[in-house]
């Protein structure tokens, strides 16, 4: 909801780092990689009950996969940089639910809610992003990306700032995150009336 927002005051900084880590032969898989690492880290320090450590690198995860992108501008997207910059994407997005779930066994059902509707919800992102660039659509709403970023209620911003209350208040992981998931159904409701909008034969 607010990502496409955010992009005015985040991009510059991103690009400058972005520029400097590209000028210095450091490519954007890299990156994605490294972010990936940071972020299952902090998956492992949640599920060991340290929340603030994991806080911190979840945070870490995000600027580094805002760093990716930038690398990627510098260099000049690809296509495989791009797919694994979404898997890398959604493995880190999985593995923090499923770290409450192991950290507290009172927070499985949430846990297990939370992840099924990340399913439902990124199912609906790629299937929408396929039928759009069949159909040759494009869309720069969330800066220049590999493929079409469909707008939704529940993005990358929102994400983070669910994940970063339940760092700071774990007791309060389960109504969180019953709460997240009805907002990421709602978005699949969502992107789905906007296919039928735009998807009419």
């Known amino acids: ?60 995860n995000r600027i580094i996969d805002g760093l990716d ?22 493995a880190f997005y999985v593995s923090i639910p499923v770290a409450f779930g192991i950290a507290d066994p009172a927070n499985a059902l949430g846990a297990l809610v939370l992840t099924a509707s990340f399913v439902l919800t990124g199912t609906s992102f790629l299937a929408y992003a396929a039928i759009a660039a069949k159909r040759g659509d494009e869309t720069d ?22 994940f970063a209350a339940m760092c700071i208040f774990p007791a309060w992981f389960a109504p969180i995150a019953y709460g997240y998931a009805a907002l990421c159904l709602l978005t699949v409701v969502q992107r789905s009336l906007m296919a039928r909008e735009h998807f009419k034969d």
């Open 1 to 60: 909801m607010f990502d496409a927002k955010l992009r005015p005051l985040i991009d510059p900084p991103l690009n400058a780092v972005g520029g400097a880590l590209a000028s210095a032969g450091i490519g954007a898989n890299q990156v994605t990689f490294a972010g990936l690492l940071v972020g299952l880290m902090g998956a492992v320090a949640i599920a060991i009950g340290a929340y603030w450590i994991g806080l911190a690198l979840v945070l870490a």
């Open 69 to 90: 992108g930038a690398v990627a501008r510098a260099n000049g997207p690809t296509d495989l940089g791009g797919y694994f910059d979404i898997v890398a994407d959604f």
């Open 141 to 162: 709403a969330h800066g220049r990306k590999s493929f079409f970023y469909s707008t939704g209620l529940a993005e990358g911003a929102e994400t983070i700032a669910v």
